[in-house]
């Protein structure tokens, strides 16, 4: 049978494992408030038994490891709903930034300054000979196109933002994938590298903070790595104990940051396979949504100035002299022909090519319409070369009333920048760019509302799992406390018959 020195071992052992075990609800405690911390718990298992004669008795009671209560799949899915929440918040902001320069309070905006530009072209038209009117003309010209300029230069100030935030995050993100490729390192070297309880903790910590900054996918390989891609899967970030840099730099259209992973001795553009985090969503933001709005501001201010220049040059106005002149654009700028001599697209939009008439492959050029055009400095001068007449007659306002009737009518704005009016009124055209503005930020929002609600429940689910609840500690705790104090008895029982044994044993002598 078991001798009583075996018992002690026992006891010991006991003992022993109460106490490691306290010792792993002290650690929960301790990290109650810790972020990203996963309760721990000692995991117990019987020592190997012995055979005493025909008889197998079991030698205590071993802590055989200290086990984080995390759910793998849990936490990726955390990681992956964190990321887009970042990145559908970062695209709202952005487009709720430039909302307000699309409103229109019946003083200010798009539609208003429009509306009051035609109508005093209608109001001159009703005395196309008094001066004063011409003049009042050309004031409503350059509020329109003052408006054109703010609203194209608030979108613009907003690309610039974007774009010093990218920089401003490839720094932050190569910290981060840096610090995860140590981890990674520290972790597999371990005899046991699912034991870093701490260590991956702090990974799966970085890994969410990375997430918010970058869209990523992540994996584990056998040696409990984390193997990072971006969410689009077009380079790795971190593989084992190495992390691969980003980098920023000016190139492309307007020398705008593009970003690059390095890759060995070469690197490999990244910069429009980004869907997550705040990169992704400042580089949709640069890259796709915010020049779609200047795109169409363009459009429109480019085809107004387009539409006007046209009929105003088939009319006739009168100089500083009183001489009937024709031809005589209302709007110049760097997106009208200006050409001199003038030839067939003086006062036009821009072509490919000047010289040749529009085709598929001659479109109007209508980028920057909406910051170049002015009021042509002649017309400024001598606001009375505004054309309202057809022939030159005196009194004539048959232009003037053609002019005044482009407010209302259709296939007026080339929208897709074939040199074709396929929209308008111009009115319209505001409208539904103030409409997209509107919803664009209105879905961001939702979506970021919802991805935020998912990442909360997703978060609390996680911590039902793994986080420290206190009264489970409490519980746990009295009850390896209580263990401890049994086994301390018992061994002292042991201990009084070793004792009792040793005396008996003496006498006998």
């Known amino acids: 049978m078991a001798n009583l020195s075996s018992n002690l071992g026992i006891g010991l052992s006991g003992l022993q494992a109460s106490q490691e075990a306290m010792s792993v609800i002290g650690h929960n405690i301790a990290n109650v408030n810790t972020p990203g911390y996963t309760q721990q718990a000692a995991v117990l298992n019987t020592n190997p038994s012995q055979n005493f004669g025909n008889l197998m008795f079991g030698t205590g009671v071993t802590v055989s490891a200290v086990q984080s209560l995390r759910d ?22 952005g487009v709720s930034a430039v909302s307000p320069a699309f409103k229109d309070d019946g003083t200010t905006g798009l539609n208003t300054q429009i509306s009051q530009f035609f109508t005093s072209l209608q109001t001159l038209a009703g005395n196309p000979e008094n001066a004063a009117l011409s003049e009042n003309v050309v004031g409503m010209a ?5 408006e054109f300029q703010s609203v194209r230069q608030t979108v613009g100030g907003q690309i610039s933002s974007a774009n010093n935030e990218i920089g401003s995050l490839v720094p932050q993100i190569n910290t981060i994938t840096a610090q995860i490729a140590s981890l990674n390192s520290q972790i597999s070297n371990l005899v046991n590298p699912g034991g870093a309880n701490d260590a991956i903790d702090q990974r799966q910590q970085l890994t969410d903070q990375l997430a918010k900054l970058v869209g990523i996918q992540v994996s584990t390989d056998s040696q409990n790595n984390y193997q990072i891609t971006l969410d689009s899967g077009a380079a790795t970030l971190v593989s084992g104990s190495a992390s691969y840099q980003m980098k920023a730099a000016p190139g492309g259209a307007g020398n705008l940051l593009q970003v690059s992973v390095a890759s060995g001795n070469t690197s490999i553009d990244v910069t429009g396979q980004i869907n997550g985090g705040q990169l992704g969503g400042d580089l949709q933001l640069r890259d796709k949504i915010l020049p779609g709005y200047q795109a169409q501001v363009d459009q429109l201010a480019g085809s107004l100035a387009d539409q006007v220049n046209t009929v105003a040059m088939q009319g006739y106005g009168t100089d500083a002299n009183g001489n009937s002149v024709t031809g005589t654009p209302i709007f110049t700028g760097g997106c009208i022909d200006t050409s001199n001599p003038p030839d067939a697209n003086y006062g036009h939009i ?27 400095p002649k017309v400024l001068a001598t606001p009375t070369l505004i054309a309202t007449s057809k022939d030159g007659t005196a009194g ?16 007026t704005v080339d929208t897709n920048g074939d040199g074709v009016g396929d929209s308008g009124p111009f009115s319209t055209v505001v409208t539904g760019l103030v409409n997209l503005v509107g919803t664009q930020a209105q879905s961001f929002n939702t979506t970021a509302t919802n991805q935020q609600n998912l990442t909360t429940a997703l978060q609390t689910q996680k911590a039902s799992v793994s986080g420290v609840d206190l009264d489970q500690e409490a ?20 201990s009084q018959l070793v004792n009792q044994l040793m005396a008996t044993m003496a006498a006998a002598h």
């Open 142 to 146: 350059q509020s329109m196109l003052a």
């Open 350 to 376: 821009n072509l490919k090519d000047n010289t040749q008439p529009l085709s598929a492959t001659n479109l109007p050029i209508y980028t920057g319409a909406a910051s170049s055009l002015v009021v042509n």
């Open 396 to 411: 004539d306002n048959t232009v003037a009333l053609q002019l005044a009737a482009l407010a209302n009518a259709s296939g």
């Open 72 to 93: 793998q799949f849990l936490n990726l899915q955390v990681t992956q709903s964190i990321s887009s929440q970042s990145g559908s918040e970062t695209l709202y902001n």
């Open 475 to 494: 519980s746990q705790l009295l009850a390896y406390q209580q263990s401890y104090q049994a086994s301390a008895q018992f061994i002292s029982t042991i």
